[in-house]
């Protein structure tokens, strides 16, 4: 199993640009959800999925976009990049009923 | 909202001395978990207690629950170059069962 794998590793972007970070899973994990980590503020929850179809927001999910078609795929879209959402994003999932959750190495997202 | 706060946020400590980090969070806590975070790597789960009082051991690391479910901590015994990274909590919030993340201590070894 590849477990939770995240593309690209690195990005770069210009202020009003938009992408689409990518993540999969062969889990079969019925949660997914991205997260993302800025320095001294631990892990903040974007977006999260309870299963295909099925997506809430997190704590800070403005300038973000997801959707779960399938189980094993949850993308998390920026609609138009700002210097703010410079950060890292990782992608996890998680079975139901158990709370550990199994991360994705990470996206390094820079926004000029 | 719940909050879930760890400190201290850095320790720095020579090879061979104990360390400990504490959580706490605004609410009670179902359960909580604890990861760990090399430098450039992602989180990897350690270990989850559930009970009001719990210890958990794992080789040097001893993980406590509290009595009331609203604190947590991890204590590393004799610390190796191999514990460097940062240790995070975490908990579901109460009312929507999302995890809530804690703001993480940092551990530097010296050898």
């Known amino acids: 199993n590849a477990g939770v794998t995240q593309t690209p590793k690195f990005q770069v972007l210009k202020t009003g640009q938009s992408m689409t970070l990518q993540c999969a899973q062969d889990?079969?994990?019925?949660?997914m959800s991205w997260y993302r980590q800025d320095p001294g503020m631990g892990l903040r929850l974007i977006h999260y999925?309870?299963?295909?179809?099925?997506?809430d927001q997190g704590e800070v999910p403005n300038g973000y976009n997801v959707s779960r078609s399938t189980t094993e795929d949850f993308p998390l879209r920026l609609l138009s990049a700002a210097p703010s959402q410079t950060s890292v994003y990782f992608c996890?999932?998680?079975?139901?009923?158990?709370?550990?959750?199994?991360f994705g190495p990470g996206t390094r997202l820079t926004v000029t | 909202g719940q909050q879930v706060m760890q400190i201290p946020q850095y320790q720095h400590v020579q090879e061979g001395e104990d360390f400990t980090t504490y959580c706490n969070s605004s609410t009670t806590l179902s359960n909580i978990q604890w990861y760990k975070q090399r430098p450039g790597g992602h989180p990897v789960f350690l270990i989850q207690?559930?009970?009001?009082?719990e210890v958990k051991k794992q080789k040097r690391l001893t993980f406590q629950f509290g009595e009331a479910k609203k604190n947590s901590s991890l204590h590393i015994t004799a610390t190796q170059t191999t514990d460097v990274g940062t240790y995070f909590c975490a908990g579901p919030d109460g009312a929507t069962n999302k995890l809530i993340f804690g703001t993480g201590t940092l551990l530097a070894v010296q050898p």
């Open positions: 889990m079969n994990h019925e949660y």
């Open positions: 996890a999932s998680h079975r139901r009923g158990r709370y550990e959750q199994y």
């Open positions: 999925s309870v299963g295909a179809g099925i997506t």
């Open positions: 207690l559930v009970k009001s009082g």
